[in-house]
C-alpha cells in the first residue's frame, strides 16, 4: 500500500487471538469515522467479539499512521482500498459483521455494490450511522444510508428523526436503532482543583476544540483564535489549550483550507497558550472547561460533566451546528467566559441526547442493536438482498452519479477499467498515487485559498 500501515504502533494492530465469532469488517474513509466505525463495531457485537479487520477507503480524508493512532481503535488487521477493491474482498472473506463508516454517498454507493456482489447469497449485517451530531443534510444523509439492516442513530432525539425522515418518503423505519455515541466515558468531572504535585494537577486549564470546517472563513476563524488569545493573556493563571484534529497536509472528515497552525503564523502567543494534539479523552483528562462551536468533543464533555461552551459569537447558525445545542444551558459567548461564566446543562435535553448518564445507563445504550444483530445472525438461510431507498427508477437522475463516482455502474457492478478489474497498484503505482494525493492537498490548503482572494479583488 505504500502508506506504512503495516508497520503501525500496537495501538492500531493487535496481535489476532484465537478467532471468536462473529468476525466484524470495517470500512472507514477518515479518521473520526474510523475511531466510530471501530469503537461501535465492538460495542454492537453480541457475543465476545473475535477478529475485527479494518478496510480504509482511499481518497481525500485518508488517515495518515498518526491520525489514527491518536484515535485509539484497534484493529486486528487494516489496509487501504478502492472501493471496487473492497467489494472484491468481501466476496472473498466471510465476515458476520460489516460496518460501513463512510459519508453518505460512499455507503450508498457500497450498498448497491455488495448487493451485485452477494445477490441473494449468504451476506453478513451491515450497519452503518452518523459519526456524531447530525446537523445538516438529515434527509439526503439518511436516505443515503438507507439499506442497511441497522441505521445507528446516537441518541432517542436522533432516532425520532430518522424515523420521521424514512415515514415521510414511504421507506422502512425498521433499521433505525438507538445506541450512543462509542466513544464516550471516562473519569467524571470532579471539580476544578488547586495545583498539587501530589494530584499531578496544573493550573485552570481552557480547551477550545477547533473543528476542521466549522466556520469556514477566514475572518471567522481568526476571531475565534483572537479572542482565546484574549482569554489566554486575561487569565494568565491558567493554562489555555488549541486542540487541533490534524497536522498541516493531513485531512480529517472535513477539508480545512485555513488550518489554525497556520493562522498563529508569527503571532506572539501567551506563554500559557499551547498548541496540542492527541487523543480527545486524554485532553479531557486535565481540562476544566471545553470551549467549542459545535464540536462533537461538546459531548464528550458534557458525558464526564466538565463545564462546557458552545460559542454564539459566530451567531447561533444551522451553518455553524450550534442550534444543535439549542436548549442545552451550554450556549454562550466569550464575553461571559471572559468573566468567569461556566453553564449549566439541561439535564433533560442531556438525556435526550444520551450523554451524562450517570446512572450507569450508558453501558446498555448498545443492548438493542447487540439484540437485533444476535436475531439477524441467527435466522435460518441468507439474510435478504440489501434493498436501500434509491434505485434507478426512484433515482435515476441522482444515483447513477453517485455510484460512478466510486467506479460502479448503475446495477451496482465495476465499470470496465476500475481498480477491481486491474493488478494491484505496483510500487511505482503506490508512489504516484501518494504523489497525487499530497498535491490535492497542498492545492486545498495552499492554491485555493489564494485563487479565491484574487477573484474577490
Known sequence: MGRGYES????LCVPASATKSPRIAVLADSDTRWKWGALTARRIAPAAAGRLDGYLLRGRATPTPRQLAETGATADSLREVTGAEFLRAMTGESYDI???ALVGGGVQAMLHGLKHAWGSGPRPVVVTGYVGVVYEKLADGLLLRHGADLVLANSAQDAD???AVYEGVGADAGAVTEVALPFLGGEAYAGERAPSADQGRGPCTVTFAAQPSV???RADRTYLLDRLIAHARRHPEREVLLKLRSKP???????EELPYQKLVRGRELPANLRLVYGHMGEVLDRTDLLVTVSSTAALESLHRRIPTAVLTDLGVREALGNHHFLGSGCLTSWDRLDAGHRPEPDPTWLARQGVAAGDGSYEGAFDAA??????LLERSGALPPLEPYYTPGTAPGYLPGILARHHLGPDGAPL???PATRAEAGPVRQIVRRAARGAYRHGVQRVAPVIRRMGEL
Open 215 to 217: 466556520p469556514e472563513n
Open 98 to 100: 460489516l460496518v460501513l
Open 370 to 375: 447487540r439484540a437485533r444483530i444476535a436475531t
Open 161 to 163: 428523526r430518522f424515523r
Open 416 to 418: 470496465p477499467g476500475s
Open 8 to 11: 503501525l504502533p500496537s495501538v
Open 249 to 255: 497536509g493531513e485531512h480529517t472528515t472535513h477539508i
